[in-house]
């Protein structure tokens, strides 16, 4: 006789639980019944829950409770964002920035981004900065690069505050600034952003924006170089003929 999947049992078996609330299929999924609690997803996201929709959507994209499938994934995420949530335009102007479920498309992908990013989502900001300093969404526009930059910044996004501090260094986008440069990249170093440690080393290296200095430029230099940092780990060598300090372990 032919065994039927154990997975496929419990798929089986969860359609015909009651319906749930959120919070009862959560709970489910916090227990482990990820089948039972994906079931029960499914049901308050086709009644139109938004959260649950958000939840499916990571659901197929990660292939717990449900199998793999970018596709609905993006259909779910879709669902939700037409609904105006932003974590859900977020990661839907992800999937289309990536083509990961649905046809490659930076435009498409900027649209979604500035949904979310216009209801405060750091990192949709972030993105979306990236996608007008590159120009790769629409025309290169550097000024409304750095104003979005500067709004992922005021939330603390380290990637933001770097990538705005290096456009005061350059005068690209704002007024050139080469001490809100290094304001802002020494904010993104401190927050361990390695690249921004690596930058700050290379800017006392140099004396630009900053006083030069040796032993300031290897101290950051060091703290890039633990993380793996590559660039960091031979400009340490070089400066101070160290061996590459132990890379830090996740």
Not at 60 to 70: E, L
Not at 140 to 157: C, F, I
Not at 160 to 186: H, I, T
Not at 200 to 215: F, H, T
Request: glycine share 12%; aromatic share 10%; charged share 25%.
């Amino acid at each position: 006789m032919r065994r039927i999947p154990l997975a496929v049992v419990f798929l089986m078996l969860a359609g015909f639980l009651p319906a749930q609330t959120f919070e009862d299929a959560m709970a489910a999924y916090q227990r482990g019944q990820v089948f039972s609690a994906a079931q029960a997803f499914k049901q308050l996201a086709e009644k139109g829950d938004v959260k649950a929709q958000v939840i499916l959507g990571t659901l197929y994209s990660s292939g717990k409770g449900v199998p793999q499938d970018d596709a609905e994934a993006a259909r779910w995420f879709q669902k939700a964002a037409d609904q105006g949530d932003a974590k859900a335009q977020f990661t839907l102007g992800t999937l289309y920035s990536r083509g990961k479920g649905v046809p490659e498309d930076k435009a498409v992908a900027m649209g979604w981004y500035r949904k979310a990013a216009e209801q405060g989502h750091p990192e949709a900001q972030y993105d979306l900065g990236v996608l007008y300093q590159t120009g790769e969404g629409e025309e290169k526009d550097p000024a409304e690069a750095a104003r979005w930059y500067a709004e992922a910044a005021a939330s603390g996004n380290a990637r933001a505050e770097f990538n705005l501090g290096l456009m005061y260094l350059k005068g690209e986008g704002v007024p050139l600034d080469k001490s809100k440069g290094v304001r802002f990249c020494k904010r993104a170093a401190l927050g361990g952003l390695a690249e921004a440690q690596f930058g700050m080393g290379a800017l006392y290296e140099i004396g630009d924006g900053v006083p030069q200095d040796r032993a300031e430029a290897e101290r950051w230099y060091r703290m890039a170089a633990k993380q793996g940092h590559e660039k960091a780990q031979a400009a340490l060598r070089r400066l101070s003929g160290e061996p590459t300090p132990a890379t830090a372990k996740p």
